[in-house]
């Protein structure tokens, strides 16, 4: 009987390669799989910026006396050694009153984000809706929001027992309001250049 592999040493390998990487290269483990993927076009950027501000204006403010119940963040790196991933979302949130928030010196985080969006680019797209969508499954982000620059159009997904399962699609001439954002009005349109 052969004995089983030790995936645990096996991703703890993949993460010193993945460490020993030049600063700005764009590099994850999905699932334990290695990936080098291209820096994104210019129009991911503005989306991205455009997202991560409509959602910090609407859920990530407060007052001195009150903070925000959202936290948000531009490519943290997330770590999960249960999935055997390490993984860095395009934009990421964690909500003070479920999860809490990650510790503000980590790097990578280990607390799994309560949403994630991927936005998509040419280079990306396969990993982003395959390798990727299923780790942050495994990974524990509640919603995954899959945007498409080019459909105009945004994909919501729901964690169900480890598993991204299909929500709405929201269309140009809809509105950003899908779960866990049901309260944002934004305009799907504006988020887009």
């Given amino acids: 009987m052969s004995a089983l592999p030790d995936l645990a040493s ?8 993945l460490e020993a990487q030049p600063e700005g290269q764009n590099v994850e483990i999905a699932r334990g799989v290695y ?6 076009r210019f129009r991911h950027a503005v989306v991205q910026t455009n997202l991560s501000s409509a959602l910090k ?10 903070p925000p119940d959202w936290l948000f963040a531009i490519e943290p790196e997330i770590r999960s050694e249960e999935a055997f991933s390490r993984l860095i979302p395009d934009v990421a949130g964690w909500r003070r009153s479920t999860t809490g928030w990650p ?19 040419p280079g990306t797209e396969a ?6 969508r ?9 919603y995954l929001w899959i945007v498409d620059p080019v459909r105009r159009l945004v994909e919501t997904f729901v964690n169900v ?10 269309l140009t001439d809809d509105v950003l309001a899908a779960p866990p954002f049901e309260g944002l009005s934004e305009p799907v349109a504006g988020i887009f250049l």
Avoid: C, Q
Avoid at 127 to 132: I, L, N, T, V
């Fill in 10 to 17: 096996h991703f703890r390998a993949l993460e010193a390669i």
């Fill in 35 to 40: 990936a080098m993927t291209p820096r994104p």
């Fill in 103 to 121: 510790d503000g010196d980590e790097n990578p985080v280990t607390l799994a984000p309560d949403w994630v969006a991927e936005i998509l680019s």
């Fill in 127 to 132: 990993y982003d809706r395959g390798p990727k």
């Fill in 134 to 142: 299923e780790a942050w499954g495994l990974v524990g982000a509640g």
């Fill in 161 to 170: 027992r480890g598993k991204m399962i299909a929500g709405p699609v929201l």
């Fill in 57 to 66: 204006v609407r859920f990530g403010t407060g007052t001195p006396a009150t």
